[in-house]
């Protein structure tokens, strides 16, 4: 009986089940072959202009068949009407009358029934050209849209690609202009994730002069890996990534990294701006050996400790950092492997020989008795092109003319810090590195809780007060200062206001210091650089544009990645660094002297000259204090108090 049961059971869910699919089959949609047929038109229609054209093209010639065979089969057309007999001459004339409204006008008017079907057909065709020529204006329309959108794939080779977007693009590009001046048609390709006619706009009023370089801007999202072969970034000669202005920039950054070497190792130079130095190594990680990383913050920051040190050092590493001047180039084909490192900074006329590379290393201000070798020089020079082909110096020095005042003991130093930011405790940290000991630095903020760790040469005494206040930075700028730097609030103040601050303290400032008849070098932030412009009317000797500085880093190293060893040594506290020291301690004052008597006199110290300080040429340079970097070795200079020559020297 249980087994009765169970098989009773089985049979009653089979059937179930049966009844079930009769209902599912019962409730399936039908489809007949209208319904296929629609299915397939509408699939057809959907893939866009082409197949719009495509039945039209159907259309016309059913059209034209139905009417020719209509108009041969009833005899319509009259036998005074000049056509030649056969169906592929009517049908010929059938599509005249579909296509062109005119060719009615030409038909035999005798036979009213003959024009009546022209007439048809023409009525027809009109309806069927109408279409057309709307279909054709809506495809262009979708075309120009897509090109407006810019998603198509960029076919060029030896390019510069820039990836995001920000402020300190348009420097970039004016700089590269200027590097690309010497190549055959070159090329910039823009990825961001903004309109690409926008991009285009704000480049062609930012930057009107592009002497030769093509712009070409792309939309798309550089973290995305489609979105990025848009640019072609794998046949590009580098790649620079720009920090985005995000919440968290370096976040971005690093999944545009990955997006980039995704493909594996071998690609183009890649370089990359971080904001936050704790996310340099997670960078490092992605990047591998492909990446120079450039951390902002601290690189800003050790500008602005090197510069506040002595007035007109922004005016130097400006004019080594952009490719408007003089630049810094690396020589492998010298013909100087005889010579020691003294002998070969006055071989070139034109050129200065700042350091070696050897095994990938680079050395600046070595040992005058270092044999050159088969090393590669490094050399500050106007332009790349023809540098092998140099011309020899053939002014010697006039070793009598050497000066033979020693230097002076270091004493301690009196500083003032105006304002705070990010970048402040990293400023302390550099500062503390060439103070001598007991030296003081007072910091002034009107934003923040600094929270100053503890120094070895620096006492640090910090002050809450407003820095616009008149009377609170009479209070602080007394006479004996010996460095005054100003600092952006970036962290608490919009762009915009942060420099409208900041230039209201400067101006008291440089008021303030000009009646004491104090010679104290200001040193300044500016976040935007048409602010710089403005700065200049506070008469500050040296003003540091924290994204202008940073756009000019990323442009030569995106350039060749060989500089980033020599802009560490140029801007770190071990090697040897720039300075700006009196005139008198390399050549004697009152007399006139070639600059090949200057080098002269630093290689007696053990440093090497690259540039002059006069007061006589204050106003005339391009930054406007007295400075020139890489004079020709016979360009002669009156020696006079106050003069300067610039060096790379150890502290």
Not at 102 to 130: E, P, Q
Request: a negative charge; aromatic letters at 6%.
């Amino acid at each position: 009986m249980a087994r009765t049961g169970q098989q009773m059971r089985m049979r009653t869910a089979k059937a179930m089940a049966r009844g079930g699919s009769a209902n599912r089959s019962a409730n399936a949609p039908k489809s007949d072959l209208g319904d296929k047929l629609r299915y397939r038109f509408d699939n057809s229609m959907s893939r866009g202009t082409p197949a719009l054209i495509a039945w039209l093209s159907v259309a016309t010639l059913v059209l034209i068949v139905v009417f020719s065979v209509f108009v041969s089969l009833l005899g319509l057309r009259p036998e005074t009407d000049g056509v030649p007999d056969g169906f592929l001459h009517e049908m010929f004339y059938s599509l005249l009358h579909a296509l062109d409204p005119g060719t009615i006008g030409g038909d035999d008017a005798s036979s009213w029934r003959f024009v009546l079907t022209m007439l048809a057909l023409t009525i027809a065709g009109l309806f069927i050209v109408s279409a057309l020529i709307g279909v054709i204006a809506a495809g262009i329309d979708t075309k120009l849209a897509d090109l407006r959108r810019g998603r198509s794939i960029v076919l060029e080779r030896d390019h510069t690609v820039i990836l995001g977007w920000s402020d300190s693009i348009y420097t970039i590009i004016s700089e590269l202009t200027i590097a690309n001046e010497s190549r055959t048609k070159p090329v910039i390709v823009i990825l961001a994730d903004r309109d690409k006619v926008d991009m285009e706009d704000e480049v062609k009023a930012k930057v009107p002069d592009l002497r030769g370089t093509r712009v070409i801007c792309r939309s798309g999202s550089p973290m995305d890996i489609d979105d990025l072969l848009l640019s072609s970034h794998t046949s590009a000669r580098s790649v620079i990534l720009l920090a985005p202005e995000s919440e968290d920039p370096d976040s971005e950054v690093i999944k545009t990294l990955l997006a980039l070497t995704h493909g594996g190792e071998g690609g183009p130079n890649i370089v990359a701006e971080i904001r936050n130095p704790t996310n340099l190594e997670a960078a490092r990680l992605v990047g591998a050996d492909r990446t120079v990383l450039l951390d902002i913050r601290e690189t800003v920051a050790k500008l602005v400790v090197q510069t506040s040190r002595q007035s007109g050092a922004a005016a130097v590493y400006t004019e080594l950092f952009d490719y408007d001047g003089d630049e810094i180039y690396f020589l492998e084909q010298h013909g100087l492997a005889g010579l020691t490192y003294a002998e070969a900074l006055l071989a070139f006329e034109k050129a200065s020989v700042i350091g070696l590379v050897r095994d990938g290393v680079p050395t600046l201000n070595p040992p005058g008795d270092t044999l050159v070798g088969n090393s590669t020089l490094v050399v500050v020079a106007e332009d790349d092109e023809g540098l092998e082909h140099e011309s020899r110096a053939l002014t010697q020095p006039d070793l009598g003319a050497l000066g033979t005042q020693a230097e002076t003991e270091e004493h301690p130093t009196q500083a003032l810090l105006i304002g705070w930011n990010e970048r402040a405790l990293i400023i302390l940290r550099e500062l503390d590195h060439y103070a001598p000991p007991g030296s003081t630095l007072t910091v002034v903020t009107s934003f923040g809780q600094p929270v100053v760790p503890v120094l070895e040469n620096l006492a640090v005494t910090v002050v809450a007060a407003s820095t616009t206040d008149r009377a609170t930075l009479e209070s602080h700028l007394v006479p004996g200062l010996d460095q005054v730097i100003v600092l952006c609030y970036s962290d608490h103040l919009a762009v915009q206001a942060a420099d409208a601050r900041t230039l209201v303290t400067l101006l008291h400032v440089r008021d303030i210091l000009s009646r004491t008849d104090s010679f104290t070098p200001v040193v300044s932030e500016m976040l935007d650089d048409r602010n710089r412009v403005l700065a200049q009317v506070a008469h500050v000797d040296d003003v540091v544009v924290s994204g202008e500085i940073v756009s000019l880093l990323v442009t030569q190293l995106s350039e060749d990645r060989r500089l980033e060893a020599v802009f560490g040594q140029l801007l770190g506290d071990e090697g040897s660094e720039i300075y700006l020291r009196p005139a008198e301690w390399y050549v004697q004052p009152g007399r006139e002297v070639t600059y090949a008597t200057v080098i002269a006199g630093a290689v007696a110290r053990g440093e090497t000259a690259i540039g002059y300080k006069s007061g006589a040429l204050a106003g005339n340079d391009v930054a406007g204090f007295g400075v020139v970097v890489n004079p020709a070795k016979s360009r002669t200079f009156d020696v006079v108090p106050g003069d300067r020559v610039v060096v790379l020297a150890e502290a």
